[in-house]
């Protein structure tokens, strides 16, 4: 039964009917819109449309029908109605008679779809961030697990300076955190109700919108009718949560995926997360993080394809909205498996401490540090660059490195340099002198994980 009808003198087309049928995936917003209903109709009794006993009769058939689609939805997107909307309005005449035909009044499809959307949002918000919570949690228990563990910090791709294993994966934890807290100002941005707004131009209903948008969990009614069933913007912006949050996600599958690797091997991942190969028998493939990296494109892909279908849409409601859905669940599907496959990598994930502690004392990371120490004997820090970039360069051409040189090597760069050279470039006294809010010594990861911890905690 279409919620339309009488305009008509013939049916749709069928090809027509599954092109514009959206309940195969809208009805995916089944609860949000049983809700929905149920607010609507309190809200047009207290305006005068319906008696106490009316109400009474609609919420109890809505009631069952929620039960219905909760313990079925496949059923529901099967049912062939033309949306969600006219699924539940036909289930519920279908329940009470002509009552259920009352229900509509002074309300469109287009405040209802706008509607089921936000909650839907909403309801994916509180979802998403247990989610990006485990997730920190996890990492915050593996960074204390490692503490002190010395590691390889790159620019460039190039060996730089040594950190902490915990600095680099407490780096990724800051990241999780800014996503989590972009959930909550996306959230801010969510808190007004679009019901009320009818087609396009608002109710003719005497409806207490604020109490209704109060009824349904927001914080007010929306200010304007016709930006209220027009709006998508917390479509785009849970996109564009999710976009940030899968680079962060992608960037930190890269990182394992090259510590992962036979030329690294920093870290072993777990049997868990990883694949064969059907032809080489000794291969074990990063596969979990491969596919974390590569949805990163799927999930940034559904935000351009939002932004361009926003783009240009004239006031108000317009069907092209309806190309809003698909893309959001699936990016929000996708990203809420990211996050938890990228927590599930770090269970009984290795780390491989000789390998890790030889790249970390190679490739010459402690040259800052001996041109920290010229500085120290009175050099000016230009001049004791360029004398350790010699140093480095005569222990390249003799396969050592800087601590293997003797002080009679090192003093034909620098008369200064004396026998104290060697406590200086030892990595344990390069990192534990980084001891600066936000360094990499193990005294400040220790305090950046206790804030951790402590912020994670309050959130049970
Ligand atoms: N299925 C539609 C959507 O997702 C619901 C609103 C339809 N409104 C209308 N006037 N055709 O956007």
Redesign the pocket.
Known sequence: MALWGGRFTEGPDQRFKAFND?LPF?SRMAVEDIEGSMAWARAISKAGVLSAEEVERLEKALNELLTEVKADLKAVSEAGDE?I?SYVERRLIEKVGDLGKKLHTGRS??DQ?ALDLKLWCRHAVEELRKALTHLERTLVECARRHEGQIFPGYTHLQRAQPVTFTHFILAYVQMFERDYQRLGNALTLMSTCPLGSAALAGTAYAVDREALAVDLGFERATSNSLDAVSDRDHVMELLSCASISMVHLSRLAEDLIIYNSGEAGFIELSDKVTSGSSLMPQKKNPDALELIRGKCGRVVGALNGMLVTMKALPMA?D?D??ED?ERLFDAVDTWHSCLEMMALCFEDLKLRDTNVVKAAKGGYSNATELADYLVGKGIPFRQAHEIVGQAVLYAIAHNRALEELSVDEMEQFSPVIGGDVYECLRLENIINKRNIKGGTAPAQSRLEIEALEKLLAARA
């Open positions: 959206s809208d949306d909307h499809r287009n779809v409601y069907k909205l309806q859905k």
